[in-house]
């Protein structure tokens, strides 16, 4: 099967490629920056466009025209105070992707959308698929993979044939993705050492989220691929994690400090350029819901290989060595290099990507 893969240098890219590439599937990477010659990124041919802008319709349809179908992963996390950019690169490349699948070629999308993509959660029950997705008022990320949800409508309506498959998994980590989620999270001149010397974690007690590791959406996202699965698909072990297994993890011990007041506290550092996660993410945090993965076991044949907390554990302890992959998206995290990126494009909050 060929399959061309959007985002194929990031964090769930990287893994599907170690789960694709082995099984015989031809693949198609689409990004910004082609990747160094190096596993798993050797093994699969390349396109480098910008989903951000209008130019990358002709290389996509170009790409599409001989695919058997399309992974959609490409999605922006930073800069956080530029919001325009963000939406334009996640839900103006969802609307470029579907627009060069119109003009012909593979007639199965895989979208990697989110349990972000939720409305928020009324109670610890998990939700299954048919759970809203309108996701949370106050977060942009999560306002923007809901609108992303609605233009999947718009597209499925509009074109008889196609075969739309949704994946919503947790928060998804992995050891080669730590170096990137510590830039996303963490301020450019805070070392890495520094997440396992946090004596206690200031968070409310009630925080419940669910994680999954990388390899196992990959899996599932193969899974669907082989077998051309169409609908949604809530990706996540049975149990999720909790303020006491992340204190656990970073060594700390947990102290009650209500969401608003955390809330409060994230919003002003982020306003102040102290720390470059906007506060959507505390609000997501305490309002995604739990997720019901049966459909996924039951249609899929699908099990995650790792506990959530075990996902969590490997993906701090990567933070503290720290770890990284080969791309430039999963690059190796440092002080100096954090500086040198500071002086020369500014935080990382308000720079493009070139």
Known sequence: MRVVVTGATGNIGTALLRRLLPAGHEVVGVVRRQPDDTAPYDGASWVTTDLSTDSCLDPLRAAFSDADAVVH????????????????????????????????????????????????????????????????????????????????????????????????????????????????????????????????????????????????????????????????????????????????????????????VVRAMASAAWHARLQPVDPGWVDLGFSVPLLDSSRARIELGWTPQKDAVTVLRETIDAMRRPMAGSSDVLRPRSVSDGLRRLLESGPVTRRRRP
Request: a negative charge; proline letters at 10%.
């Open 73 to 260: 992963l490409a999605w922006g996390f930073q800069p956080s105070h530029d919001l325009d950019y963000l939406e334009e690169l996640g839900v103006g490349g969802t609307r470029r992707v579907l627009a060069a699948l119109a003009s012909g070629g593979p007639t199965h999308l895989v979208h990697m959308s989110s349990v972000g993509a939720y409305s928020p959660k009324r109670d610890d029950e998990p939700v299954d698929e048919t759970w809203p997705t309108g996701g949370v008022p106050t977060s942009p990320y999560s306002q923007h993979k809901a609108t992303a949800e609605r233009l999947l409508d718009a597209h499925e309506d509009a074109h008889e044939g196609i075969t739309v498959t949704r994946m919503r998994p947790g928060i998804v980590g992995q050891a080669a993705a730590a170096s990137a989620l510590l830039r996303y999270g963490l301020p450019a001149i805070v070392p890495a050492r520094a997440v396992g010397l946090l004596p206690v974690l200031p968070l409310d007690r009630r925080l419940k989220v669910p994680m999954v590791h990388a390899d196992d959406v990959a899996d599932a996202i193969a899974r669907a691929l082989e077998g051309r699965a169409p609908g949604a698909f809530n990706l996540a072990p049975d149990a999720p994690i909790t303020t006491a297994d992340i204190a656990s993890a970073l060594g700390a011990r947990p102290v009650h400090v209500p969401s608003h």
